[in-house]
């Protein structure tokens, strides 16, 4: 029986008004275990949109994990490390674990999803098998938005019209890992 990606439709849940990250330096924290993260490291900007997304967790999971990345971008970069089409925690699209959630919050442009569904043959193990990905039917996040998203939604980073400071602040409920 095949896997259909994109069936759970990316949702956007709250917009938050917009902060100044000017002072906060280019860094990255990923996939950090909630319950270890340091938040000594993480700029007073980014607590507020946490007390935020931390109303949207349904604390189901074994796991939470933390993502914290700033980017100094200029005009033509990607806004993330990954420019192409993408699912997120495992490569596998038949992984056999529940959906995992993630929270995503980014400033600037936000992650453009594909709504059209894609079935994917239970034979496939790594997404990167099915590029390149075609699809006329997307969701572009406005900036300063907690969306929600699953590990079958597929997106990708978007690509800046301007020099900035992207931020991109996640939170994935997981029993993948």
Known sequence: MPVILNRIQPQTLQSIPTKDWSDVPAQMHKYKKFKEQNWLDIPHQAAHVLDEMFKYLTLQYKNIYFDFKVYDLK?????CALPEWH????????????????????????????????????????????????????????????????????????????????????????DVF
């Not at 005009?75 to 806004?79: T, V």
């Not at 709504?115 to 900036?143: A, M, S, Y």
Request: a negative charge.
């Open 87 to 174: 699912i997120d925690v495992t490569p596998d699209p038949n992984h056999s674990t529940k959906e995992c959630r993630h929270l995503i919050y980014t400033t600037e442009i936000g992650t453009e999803f594909l709504l059209d569904e894609i079935v994917v043959d239970r034979h496939v193990r790594n997404f990167r098998e099915l590029l390149p990905i075609k699809g006329n039917n997307t969701l572009q996040v406005p900036p300063d938005t907690i969306s929600l998203y699953h590990r079958s939604n597929v997106h990708r980073a978007p690509i800046m019209v301007k020099d900035c400071k992207r931020v991109m602040i996640r939170l994935t409920e997981t």
């Open 75 to 79: 005009e033509g970069d990607c806004g």
